[in-house]
């Protein structure tokens, strides 16, 4: 066994984190022969639901979960942690605007930001709670000397979302399409591209020769998905959440396979004219250790509209916090 890592999980006692942190405490983003000290953080109105997740994680005996430290104080739940996923958040509710989450989640971001500048040192940030994009870019605006290049906004949700959607389309499994990307923000403003993917090694256009239903219902579908599951459940999605939060942990620790490409959420350096000062998301490879934008992709005008129309809700979301980013 190694040396123990920490790793923080903000809205501990929450549903997505109920589906997320037994995953990571049996060793299966790290590895089996890498010992988990979790440090979960929750409000103090939720410190008891979060003893009995602790106690239901004890009763699991995972051999890599180490140790726990619960808390409801951010510098002690970030303290010495190699990753952090702030996924604690007010949820979206049937018929809230983003404008409320903004409001309401914003000063969640700028405290847990101060926090990890404080606490932290050689560490990855993951947000998920939403508004995803704009949250993560309150915490790396706060976290003063921590790179920018270490926090990312969770896209990996609608990046699944697309590829289900394409595999259904198209009679396949969803491990047979690749190289699908979501540009933009983490919002029904998302554009999942069809143009730059493929199914068993084909451009998607050729295997799906419906380009109505390319351009209409499945754009529209990923874009809409996380609200149509709200009307059904009335909740937020929590097990598909999770799970992406997986993908993205495993495909930022691990060499991207040749030829391939996920989608992440990184602070703009201006590829594809995207403003800098924006957390948009892009096709990334990771490299094992860092996120690098894949260059080179085809952006047509039809793409280049929709890419366009989300950026600008990005900017007009930066505006609304303008107050939290100095």
Same mark, same amino acid.
């Given at each position: 066994? /190694?040396?123990? %890592?920490? =790793?923080?999980?903000?809205? #501990?006692?929450?549903?997505? !984190?109920?589906?997320?942190? &037994?995953?990571?405490?049996?060793?299966?983003?790290?590895?089996?022969?890498?010992?988990?000290?979790?440090?979960?953080?929750?409000?103090?109105?939720?410190?008891?639901?979060?003893?009995?997740?602790?106690?239901?994680?004890?009763?699991?005996?995972?051999?890599?979960?180490?140790?726990?430290?619960?808390?409801?104080?951010?510098?002690?739940?970030?303290?010495?942690?190699?990753?952090?996923?702030?996924?604690?958040?007010?949820?979206?509710?049937?018929?809230?605007?983003?404008?409320?989450?903004?409001?309401? /989640?914003?000063? %969640?971001? =700028?405290?847990?930001?101060? #926090?990890?500048?404080?606490? !932290?040192?050689?560490?990855? &940030?993951?947000?998920?709670?939403?508004?995803?994009?704009?949250?993560?870019?309150?915490?790396?605006?706060?976290?003063?000397?921590?790179?920018?290049?270490?926090?990312?906004?969770?896209?990996?949700?609608?990046?699944?979302?697309?590829?289900?959607?394409?595999?259904?389309?198209?009679?396949?499994?969803?491990?047979?399409?690749?190289?699908?990307?979501?540009?933009?923000?983490?919002?029904?403003?998302?554009?999942?591209d069809f143009i730059n993917a493929k199914i068993k090694g084909k451009p998607v256009t050729e295997v799906i020769q419906d380009k109505a239903w390319l351009e209409g219902e499945f754009i529209s579908t990923v874009q809409k998905r996380g609200a149509t599951i709200i009307a059904a459940r009335g909740v937020s999605s929590a097990v598909s959440a999770a799970n992406a939060a997986i993908g993205h942990v495993k495909s930022a620790i691990s060499k991207t396979?040749?030829?391939?490409?996920?989608?992440?959420?990184?602070?703009?350096?201006?590829?594809?004219?995207?403003?800098?000062?924006?957390?948009?998301?892009?096709?990334?490879?990771?490299?094992?250790?860092?996120?690098?934008?894949?260059?080179?992709?085809?952006?047509?005008?039809?793409?280049?509209?929709?890419?366009?129309?989300?950026?600008?809700?990005?900017?007009?979301?930066?505006?609304?916090?303008?107050?939290?980013?100095?």
């Amino acid at each position: 066994m /190694n040396k123990p %890592i920490r =790793v923080a999980i903000t809205g #501990a006692a929450g549903q997505l !984190a109920y589906s997320l942190i &037994i995953r990571i405490a049996s060793g299966e983003v790290f590895g089996h022969d890498q010992p988990i000290h979790m440090n979960l953080l929750e409000i103090t109105p939720a410190m008891k639901a979060l003893e009995g997740v602790a106690m239901e994680l004890q009763d699991c005996a995972f051999p890599t979960l180490a140790d726990m430290t619960l808390t409801d104080k951010a510098e002690e739940a970030f303290e010495g942690i190699s990753w952090g996923l702030l996924v604690g958040s007010k949820p979206r509710g049937p018929g809230m605007e983003r404008g409320d989450l903004l409001k309401d /989640n914003g000063r %969640i971001f =700028v405290g847990q930001g101060q #926090a990890l500048q404080k606490a !932290a040192g050689d560490v990855r &940030i993951l947000v998920v709670g939403n508004p995803a994009n704009t949250n993560c870019l309150i915490a790396l605006t706060n976290a003063g000397d921590l790179p920018p290049d270490r926090f990312a906004a969770m896209m990996r949700l609608d990046h699944n979302r697309a590829i289900s959607q394409l595999a259904s389309k198209a009679g396949v499994l969803a491990g047979d399409v690749t190289n699908v990307a979501i540009w933009g923000n983490h919002s029904a403003t998302q554009f999942p591209d069809f143009i730059n993917a493929k199914i068993k090694g084909k451009p998607v256009t050729e295997v799906i020769q419906d380009k109505a239903w390319l351009e209409g219902e499945f754009i529209s579908t990923v874009q809409k998905r996380g609200a149509t599951i709200i009307a059904a459940r009335g909740v937020s999605s929590a097990v598909s959440a999770a799970n992406a939060a997986i993908g993205h942990v495993k495909s930022a620790i691990s060499k991207t396979p040749q030829g391939d490409w996920s989608s992440t959420a990184l602070l703009s350096d201006g590829s594809y004219d995207i403003p800098k000062g924006l957390v948009s998301s892009f096709p990334v490879r990771s490299n094992g250790t860092q996120w690098e934008i894949v260059q080179g992709l085809t952006i047509n005008d039809f793409a280049r509209q929709k890419i366009d129309a989300s950026i600008k809700e990005l900017q007009e979301e930066k505006a609304m916090v303008d107050e939290m980013l100095h």
